[in-house]
């Protein structure tokens, strides 16, 4: 693999990284670049919807995608840069479910008319989405959800519900897996659905969290009547159509690109604190941490490149156990990275950012709170390294795999 960016690729990442400077003067004060804070409050889901029509008119929102869907028909590593910029500004604009993961779904499996309905305007800025996964007894094994839809000539009834579903209060559509079949289990007899939010029997209720921040919901379906042309993929396969999503969310460019932002401004900071009469960043055990920060960060932002690089070439099978070690490995360096920061701020780190003793504009009380939750987020860490174990390295799903007796010939 080439690392080197060719000179019309820096002087494109130049262009992405003087328009977020720019724009991102005018985010709200103490702003993070957190979900909760695009989706909690009117302030913020107004920036993210002012800064996804201004990227849009760029053309910057689906670069990747062909013209005829709204992109420019760029390569893949091009939407890399694009998105490592939007991470280390900590903007937003950019909808991880609409851009992220359906739309390049509905260019898998989605049939001309999906298409020309979706795509468009999700590179628009115009169609927000969310993801209607997880249940309450159905979290990172989605295979066992129960919540059913019910073919009836040409709708599904849908009844059931979603929960930990992010966005969901302020969503235009959703795209979730419902069981089709109730007679099979597992990952059999489902399909994947795309649904308007607005359709009667939908409730979407809060779930708030200890800062009374509102990002989570969770979904009630009554009676739903989804038209069957909303289905993508066949019925009862939609497994296969939600690993792709997984595929499609997991390079995690963004997510390194923002833990290399918060190292930055933690450097540029301790430098202006003295021991001794010395900046912080000479004594020899915050130097030591800082660069284990650095090493880490370079690390992941490797695995990310790579990730698009095999994407890039079209070997989507490889790209299955890199993106989840991409994910891993991104998720937990930027849990480390917030740990290791907070052990050299300490008390002040997590001061809140209306108190005047806060620093770096409060932003670490935020990290904080979510950061552990990330790990989670769009499959553990421990689905992660499951995948990796069965795609990459061929070992067994399970103990009944590993005391097979042989079959006799």
Same mark, same amino acid.
């Given at each position: 693999?080439?690392?080197?960016? &060719?000179?019309?690729?820096?002087?494109?990442?130049?262009?992405?990284?003087?328009?977020?400077?720019?724009?991102?003067?005018? $985010?709200?004060?103490?702003?993070?670049?957190?979900?909760?804070?695009?989706?909690?409050?009117? #302030?913020?889901?107004? *920036?993210?919807?002012?800064?996804?029509?201004?990227?849009?008119?760029?053309?910057?929102?689906?670069?990747?995608?062909?013209?005829?869907?709204?992109? #420019?028909?760029?390569?893949?590593?091009?939407?890399?840069?694009? +998105?490592?910029?939007?991470?280390?500004?900590?903007?937003?604009?950019?909808?991880?479910?609409?851009?992220?993961?359906?739309?390049?779904?509905?260019?898998?499996?989605?049939?001309?008319?999906?298409?020309?309905?979706?795509? =468009?305007?999700?590179?628009?800025?115009?169609?927000?989405?969310?993801?209607?996964? =997880?249940?309450?007894?159905?979290? +990172?094994?989605?295979?066992?959800?129960?919540?059913?839809?019910?073919?009836?000539?040409?709708?599904?009834?849908?009844?059931?519900?979603?929960?930990?579903?992010?966005?969901?209060?302020?969503?235009?559509?959703?795209?979730?897996?419902?069981? &089709?079949?109730?007679?099979?289990?597992?990952?059999?007899?489902?399909?994947?659905?795309?649904?308007?939010?607005?359709?009667?029997?939908?409730?979407?209720?809060?779930?708030?969290?200890?800062?009374?921040?509102?990002? *989570?919901?969770?979904?009630?379906?009554?009676?739903?009547?989804?038209?069957?042309?909303?289905?993508?993929?066949?019925?009862?396969?939609?497994?296969?159509?939600?690993?792709?999503?997984?595929?499609?969310?997991?390079?995690?460019?963004?997510?390194?690109?923002?833990?290399?932002?918060?190292?930055? #401004?933690?450097?540029?900071?301790?430098?202006?604190?003295?021991?001794?009469?010395?900046?912080?960043?000479?004594?020899?055990?915050?130097?030591? #941490?800082?660069?284990?920060?650095?090493?880490?960060?370079?690390?992941?932002?490797?695995? =990310?490149?790579?990730? $698009?690089?095999?994407?890039?070439?079209?070997?989507? *099978?490889?790209?299955?156990?890199?993106?989840? $070690?991409?994910?891993? *490995?991104? &998720?937990?360096?930027?849990?480390?990275?917030?740990?290791?920061?907070?052990?050299?701020?300490?008390?002040?780190?997590?001061?809140?950012?209306? =108190?005047?003793?806060?620093?770096?504009?409060?932003?670490?009380?935020?990290?904080?709170?979510?950061?552990?939750?990330?790990?989670?987020?769009?499959?553990?860490?421990?689905?992660?390294?499951?995948?990796? $174990?069965? &795609?990459?390295?061929?070992?067994?799903?399970?103990?009944?795999?590993?005391?097979?007796?042989?079959?006799?010939?």
């Amino acid at each position: 693999m080439d690392f080197a960016l &060719t000179p019309e690729q820096r002087e494109m990442k130049q262009a992405f990284d003087a328009f977020f400077e720019q724009e991102m003067k005018d $985010a709200p004060k103490g702003w993070t670049g957190t979900l909760e804070e695009v989706y909690s409050s009117e #302030e913020g889901w107004a *920036f993210h919807r002012h800064m996804a029509k201004k990227l849009a008119q760029k053309g910057w929102l689906a670069r990747a995608w062909p013209k005829e869907y709204g992109g #420019e028909s760029a390569p893949i590593l091009e939407q890399l840069l694009f +998105s490592e910029s939007a991470g280390y500004h900590l903007a937003p604009g950019i909808d991880i479910f609409g851009i992220g993961m359906i739309g390049p779904t509905l260019l898998v499996y989605g049939n001309e008319d999906q298409k020309r309905e979706h795509l =468009s305007p999700i590179a628009r800025g115009e169609q927000m989405w969310c993801q209607l996964w =997880s249940e309450p007894n159905a979290g +990172s094994d989605l295979a066992a959800l129960k919540t059913t839809a019910r073919r009836d000539g040409n709708v599904y009834i849908l009844n059931g519900q979603k929960i930990w579903t992010s966005g969901a209060h302020r969503a235009d559509w959703g795209f979730g897996v419902f069981r &089709t079949d109730p007679t099979q289990k597992g990952s059999k007899g489902i399909s994947f659905l795309l649904l308007d939010m607005k359709t009667p029997g939908i409730t979407v209720n809060p779930l708030l969290g200890m800062n009374r921040a509102h990002l *989570f919901n969770e979904v009630f379906f009554d009676d739903v009547r989804v038209p069957v042309e909303n289905r993508l993929g066949e019925e009862n396969q939609g497994w296969t159509v939600t690993r792709t999503v997984m595929n499609f969310e997991r390079s995690n460019i963004g997510g390194i690109a923002t833990a290399k932002r918060i190292l930055d #401004e933690l450097v540029a900071f301790l430098k202006t604190c003295k021991r001794n009469s010395r900046p912080l960043t000479e004594d020899p055990i915050v130097k030591d #941490e800082l660069a284990k920060m650095a090493v880490e960060i370079e690390v992941g932002r490797a695995l =990310s490149y790579k990730v $698009a690089w095999i994407q890039e070439k079209g070997d989507i *099978f490889q790209a299955v156990p890199l993106a989840s $070690a991409a994910k891993a *490995f991104g &998720t937990e360096t930027m849990q480390r990275v917030i740990y290791r920061a907070l052990e050299i701020l300490g008390q002040a780190g997590v001061t809140k950012k209306e =108190s005047s003793l806060s620093v770096m504009l409060g932003r670490f009380e935020t990290f904080f709170q979510v950061i552990l939750g990330m790990n989670i987020a769009g499959g553990s860490s421990e689905v992660q390294r499951n995948l990796i $174990a069965w &795609t990459a390295l061929g070992l067994p799903r399970s103990w009944d795999e590993v005391f097979k007796k042989p079959t006799k010939s």
